[in-house]
């Protein structure tokens, strides 16, 4: 059974650095894309971008460039995204998911549980 | 951007059926794709390319697509079918995935 199991909820300040984790077993960790996925307060879902983790390479957003980063460590099935200077803005649910590919056509077909981050003075 | 867009809001009473659409330029040439997003949970994909649904969901479940809309349809509805609901697409022209705004489907 595939399984995305994410880290717990984080209270940050404005300026801290964040890293949070996505750990995928059930699979060939290193042979599937992973997506991250945001969602604010009450609002929809918003694609942040991907990472490949047999080569780490990441493609994001262009509403997510440059704000996130996206990494990983084969050696323990596990994704990272994270922030070197948080805003409020950035309070939100945060999903990692596994990322299918057939025909063209990509969607996630497995979901981590979601970590809320919450960044307030 | 290639834009999805949904009604935000459809209501229904129980054993009727719901009907939630997703808009797109030439969706019709798109791979379309749905998730349901109950209250405190994770996304579940719910029906895959249009129209496949996923070993687990519900036949209650079906997804359609004709020009330029793309449905998801909710027979016999129960109370447990509220949640909210997101189709998406890959936009191989900006190689983006993109999620509609989400219809939040109200069981009466």
């Known amino acids: 059974e595939v399984q995305m199991v994410q880290s717990g909820a984080e209270v940050k300040k404005p300026g801290e650095s964040l890293r949070i984790s996505c750990k995928g077993s059930?699979?060939?960790?290193?042979?599937?894309?992973i997506g991250w996925v945001r969602q604010m307060p009450g609002k929809g879902l918003e694609w942040m971008g991907l990472?490949?983790?047999?080569?780490?390479?990441?493609r994001y957003s262009p509403s997510f460039q440059g704000h996130v980063a996206f990494s990983v460590d084969t050696s323990i099935n596990t994704a990272y995204l994270q922030w070197s200077s948080l805003k409020a803005s950035d309070t939100a649910m945060y999903f990692c998911?596994?990322?299918?590919?057939?025909?063209?056509?990509?969607?996630?077909?497995?979901w981590g549980q979601g970590t809320l981050v919450t960044v307030s003075s | 951007s290639y834009v999805l867009t949904q009604p935000p809001s459809v209501s229904v009473a129980p054993g009727k059926t719901a009907t939630i659409t997703c808009g797109g330029y030439?969706?019709?040439?798109?791979?379309v794709h749905w998730y349901q997003q109950k209250p405190g949970q994770a996304p579940v994909l719910v029906i895959s390319?249009?129209?496949d649904r996923p070993s687990g969901i519900s036949e209650r479940i079906a997804g359609s697509k004709s020009g330029n809309t793309a449905t998801l349809t909710v027979s016999r509805v129960e109370a447990g079918d509220e949640a909210d609901y997101y189709c998406?697409?890959?936009?191989?022209?900006?190689?983006?995935?993109?999620f509609g705004g989400g219809t939040k489907l109200t069981v009466l």
């Open positions: 990472i490949y983790p047999g080569d780490s390479d990441a």
């Open positions: 390319y249009d129209r």
């Open positions: 059930g699979y060939n960790f290193a042979n599937w894309w």
């Open positions: 030439n969706i019709g040439t798109e791979r």
């Open positions: 998406q697409v890959w936009d191989s022209g900006s190689d983006q995935l993109v």
């Open positions: 998911a596994r990322l299918y590919y057939y025909d063209s056509s990509k969607m996630f077909d497995s």
